[in-house]
């Protein structure tokens, strides 16, 4: 381990530096000390191991070994696991983690000075056991955050000054002290947070706009762009967003910018997100976006079940993600592939292509266990999703798109699904009549084909399927085998309109639209 010491102090001695000094401070020769001061500036070394090694170990057959694990995996898009030159620990840099003091710009310090070794077989910053407060802080590439175990990164609180006034308006009339005093409190009501806590970026050309107010949008906590062999883990520390002040001012209906989520990286490939739990994330809470070469495995992420659009992991025009093994309880999709919003979409064409959702479980009362769309402009295609748990949850799987959206989803592989206590297991829906201004095309309608949905297993769901398509666009391929919906009276019919397909071994009996005669040849069942 290293020994500790502050910033200013690296920077002039190098590590070992201070040690090396109090050994050969008993002799006398001031020319022998001189040499060996020298030397320990001369030969700055930085250990090259980890404090706890990394558990998963990555193949050229894409499979885990992970205590003799061979279930299937998709790990290997990330490739091989670093061993980083340079390992520090933020507490070196000058960390408090008491939960109260500031770290934000010890976080950003931290990070600026690990970049030199980027093109030096890379860097790790390690944050212990303890409660660190910081606001938004920006990844290098070639770079490990690692957090041990008991180690809690906390989003810095934004502070809001809210007024609630009771006097009746007669009182106002009678005291224009009492007068002048409102007016002072609605406008201190306003929003009043540190930029440099959680700054406003550009929107992201894709959607053209913040997606859910105008103008730029709030950084994320964890924030990367550009970037390369990045790594995101640690012996099960935490990562905690502190969202409710963003929640509570979308309730309130108060925000003037779209919340940041917890992690996004943008234009980035080979990313690696694995034994951590995040909670409580302003937004989205793992945004990985005009990327590549993305794993995110073994994290159990957390919102409360009311807390709005928490998404739990939103692969969003990006190619070769694999989402495995995951735990997730949220206020929104635990997972949603998406790809651009309307026009802005369409304009850039950047599809969400080869991604895989794997063994992954939890609940979401309002929405589904895995979305696609509804911002699916730049194209969705070759999406597998397998062996998911949902329960009390709104719908199990759900394809949601509209007119505007252009674009198109196919190629799309649902298999071994079970579901409890879900309110529509199975949905496809439209008309969110969600736009970002006022260019969209209403012409601009999406092509969704090729849907393959086998193996589903729902306990206690309450209503049938709804497969809404659209009418200048039906919904085509629609292949189902093996899907058994326990509890759905088998009276009650199935809500199809525009779509067309073919069905074997489903109960209840779906609907007319999915019992064609034609050659299920194009469906695959093996």
Avoid at 52 to 69: C, G, H, L
Wanted: glycine share 10%; proline share 5%.
């Amino acid at each position: 381990m290293l020994k500790k010491m502050d910033f200013d102090e690296k920077q002039s001695f190098g590590f070992g530096g201070n040690a090396m000094i109090a050994r050969v401070s008993r002799f006398s020769w001031s020319p022998f000390l001189f040499l060996i001061t020298l030397t320990a500036l001369l030969s700055f070394q930085i250990t090259t191991k980890t404090i706890y090694p990394i558990k998963i170990v990555f193949s050229s057959t894409s499979k885990t070994d992970v205590s003799a694990d061979t279930r299937t995996s998709c790990v290997g898009f990330f490739g091989e696991l670093p061993e980083r030159k340079a390992v520090m620990s933020i507490t070196e840099f000058g960390g408090v983690g008491d939960g109260k003091t500031s770290n934000t710009e010890t976080f950003r310090k931290a990070i600026r000075y690990l970049k030199r070794f980027g093109e030096s077989g890379g860097a790790q910053l390690n944050v212990p056991k303890g409660r660190w407060v910081t606001g938004s802080f920006n990844l290098t590439s070639n770079f490990t955050l690692f957090l041990e175990e008991g180690a809690v990164i906390l989003g810095s609180q934004v502070f809001f000054l809210f007024f609630f006034v009771g006097f009746d308006y007669a009182d106002v009339l009678k005291d224009p002290h009492l007068s002048v005093s409102i007016k002072l409190h609605a406008t201190l009501s306003r929003f009043s947070d540190d930029p440099k806590e959680w700054p406003i970026i550009e929107p992201l050309p894709s959607y053209g706009r913040g997606r859910e107010r105008l103008g730029g949008r709030h950084i994320s906590l964890v924030h990367g762009d550009g970037l390369t062999n990045v790594v995101i883990t640690g012996n099960n520390g935490t990562i905690d967003g502190q969202g409710k002040m963003w929640w509570e001012l979308w309730w309130n209906r108060t925000l003037e910018h779209t919340r940041g989520h917890l992690v996004e990286l943008m234009n980035s490939n080979n990313i690696l997100i694995a034994n951590l739990t995040f909670c409580n994330s302003p937004f989205w809470t793992i945004h990985p976006v005009y990327c590549s070469n993305v794993v995110v495995k073994d994290m159990t992420i957390l919102a409360p079940l009311k807390a709005p659009n928490t998404d739990g992991i939103d692969p969003d025009s990006s190619t070769n993600v694999c989402i495995e093994d995951c735990y997730i309880e949220s206020g929104d999709d635990l997972v949603a592939v998406k790809s651009g919003w309307d026009q802005y979409g369409i304009k850039m064409a950047r599809p969400s292509s080869n991604i895989v959702v794997r063994r992954v479980s939890g609940t979401t009362p309002t929405c589904s266990g895995v979305g696609i769309g509804s911002e699916m402009s730049g194209g969705i295609f070759n999406i597998t999703i397998e062996d998911l748990h949902v329960w009390d949850s709104a719908a199990g799987v759900r394809i949601k798109t509209d007119n505007g959206r252009g674009g198109y989803i196919a190629n799309i592989t649902i298999i071994n699904v079970t579901m409890e206590r879900v309110k529509v297991p199975i949905r496809f829906s439209r008309g969110s009549n969600d736009h970002p201004d006022e260019g969209w095309d209403p012409k601009a309608v999406p092509v969704v084909k090729g849907i393959s949905i086998r193996n589903v297993l729902s306990f206690n769901s309450t209503k049938a399927p709804v497969l809404e398509g659209i009418e200048d666009a039906p919904f085509g391929g629609i292949c189902m085998k093996n899907v058994s919906l326990r509890g759905v009276a088998s009276s009650l019919p199935w809500h199809c309109e525009f779509v067309s397909g073919y069905t074997d071994e489903v109960f209840p009996t779906p609907c007319p639209q999915l019992q064609s005669n034609i050659s299920s040849s194009w469906c695959s069942y093996s």
